[in-house]
């Protein structure tokens, strides 16, 4: 069975950090282009961070460029997001998802074909 699961939110103060987990169940992560989403309520889905298949090119959204990190262990079938230096608008629910047809990273959610289910990131004093 395939299943992507999401870890490691939480609530955290103004420029804290959090590391975020996405592990894979079924289907071997290195395999994809893993992409990192987040959606604040009212707002559409929005791309923070990929990963290309090959692990090589990793691309940064405008708004965390500089703060966020993707990473990969493929010996844990694991992908990560190092989030330093936390906004309040960073706050929202982070999705990671798997891309099985492209090599590199889209930014566009149809593209991707496995997702979790989630996980609350909330930045607040």
């Known amino acids: 069975q395939v299943q992507v699961v999401e870890s490691g939110g939480g609530l955290v103060q103004p420029g804290g950090s959090l590391r975020l987990s996405c592990a894979a169940s079924g289907f071997s992560l290195d395999l994809y282009a893993i992409g990192w989403f987040r959606q604040a309520p009212g707002k559409d889905r929005e791309a923070v961070s990929c990963n290309s298949r090959s692990g090589g090119n990793r691309v940064y959204g405008d708004s965390v460029n500089g703060r966020f990190t993707i990473s990969r262990d493929n010996a844990k079938n694991t992908v990560y997001l190092q989030m330093n230096s936390l906004k309040p608008e960073d706050t929202a629910v982070y999705y990671c998802?798997?891309?099985?047809?492209?090599?590199?990273?889209?930014?566009?959610?149809?593209?991707?074909?496995?997702w979790g289910q989630g996980t609350q990131v909330t930045v607040s004093s």
């Open positions: 998802a798997a891309d099985k047809r492209n090599w590199g990273c889209t930014s566009s959610p149809l593209e991707y074909d496995y």
